[in-house]
């Protein structure tokens, strides 16, 4: 499978965006799919995952509350909608899917869309 994030940009402290990861030769509803995120000079970092049906997610402590990982399995992609964003949190951020049989490996890897947040 090939994905495809997008969404990134420049935002104010406090505000809103919207990330979404495209899937293409496989539905992504074969995969968990997971948020993860790398600010400078910083290790990988994970955000949030969900499982293949989308009926369960996890969270990394510090964005519960701000951030939801959705699917839309026609349009085949995994969105990562981020609230009240905090200038800590400027990154570059990556999706990425595991076969749940290698769960919590994952074997394929978006490129990244950079997430700036402004203070």
């Known amino acids: 499978v090939q994905l495809q994030a997008s969404g990134g940009g420049l935002v104010q402290a406090g505000g809103s965006l919207r990330l979404s990861c495209a899937g293409a030769?496989?539905?992504?509803?074969?995969?968990?799919m997971g948020w993860f995120r790398q600010a400078p000079g910083k290790e990988r970092e994970f955000v949030a995952n969900s499982s293949p049906s989308g009926g369960r997610t996890r969270y990394a402590d510090s964005v519960k509350g701000r951030f939801i990982i959705s699917r839309d399995h026609a349009k085949n992609t995994v969105d990562l909608q981020m609230n009240r964003l905090k200038p800590e949190e400027t990154a570059v951020y990556y999706c990425a899917a595991a076969e749940p049989s290698r769960y919590p490996e994952y074997d394929y890897w978006g490129q990244g869309t950079l997430v700036t947040v402004s203070s």
């Open positions: 030769g496989r539905p992504l509803n074969n995969y968990v």
